[in-house]
């Protein structure tokens, strides 16, 4: 099956942890994107990238980290920088086309 | 950027009856729109999308409007079922200059519920 796998499902932190969230996608997109969601709010843009190698904040990168070593992998870490980091953090790829391919999200709370 | 907004938080709608979901927009240049549905603890799904050089669209059981005049957009959902039951988002897509893709900027979504 083609898609957008996020790991895990469910991360728990403690204060002051750093912790990397998985995205990995087989359906040959170039772009990718990470995103974060508050309970009863739309979508916030934090990173993204167009092409390996090569990545840009978006609206609220403060406290993220990202990497773009392959095309298929868009790791997204959340440092101990990020004061509420407690959220839904969706994942979502891009083909040649404007429509976003989503993930099944990863939901992290910070103990 | 600019930002999208929805008209009402919270939509409650008769099994069989149509539903209709609106959405605000306020950048002109915007010119493309997608609309999203999203279920409880998953990633939002495709339903429907339209460019701004069209006034309608229609899909399965789905129809977008886009009233460029007034900056609106609207999601009609024919006879809804209790699987429609989700939280919907619309987002726009401001191309940029150079011609390039930007990045999607979403509303903060109506939660439709299916009264049976």
């Known amino acids: 099956d083609g898609g957008i796998t996020q790991s895990p499902k469910y991360l728990f932190r403690k204060e002051g942890q750093n912790v990397t969230l998985s995205c990995e996608q087989n359906?040959?997109?170039?772009?990718m994107y990470w995103y974060r969601q508050d309970p009863g709010q739309g979508l916030r843009l934090i990173y993204y990238?167009?092409?390996?190698?090569?990545?840009q904040k978006g609206d609220i990168a403060e406290g993220y980290s990202v990497s773009r070593e392959k095309k298929e992998s868009f790791p997204l870490t959340v440092t101990s920088a990020q004061k509420n980091p407690t959220a839904f953090y969706l994942c979502?790829?891009?083909?040649?086309?404007?429509?976003?391919?989503f993930g099944p999200g990863t939901r992290l709370t910070v103990l | 950027g600019e930002s999208v907004g929805l008209h009402l938080p919270t939509l409650s709608v008769q099994e069989g009856d149509n539903s209709i979901i609106n959405c605000a927009y306020s950048?002109?240049?915007?010119?493309?729109f997608i609309w999203y549905k999203q279920e409880s603890g998953k990633g939002p799904q495709f339903i429907i999308d339209?460019?701004?050089?069209?006034d309608k669209r229609q899909g399965q059981r789905v129809t977008v409007l886009l009233n460029k005049t007034v900056k609106h957009l609207s999601l009609q959902i024919a006879a809804t079922q209790p699987g429609d039951s989700a939280v919907y988002f619309c987002?726009?897509?401001?191309?940029?200059?150079?011609?390039?893709?930007?990045?999607?900027?979403f509303g903060s979504g109506t939660q439709l519920t299916v009264l049976p």
């Open positions: 990238s167009q092409i390996v190698n090569d990545f």
């Open positions: 987002a726009e897509n401001l191309r940029g200059s150079s011609g390039s893709a930007r990045q999607l900027t």
């Open positions: 339209i460019r701004s050089n069209m």
């Open positions: 950048n002109s240049a915007s010119d493309y």
């Open positions: 359906l040959n997109h170039d772009a």
């Open positions: 979502a790829s891009r083909s040649g086309g404007e429509e976003q391919f």
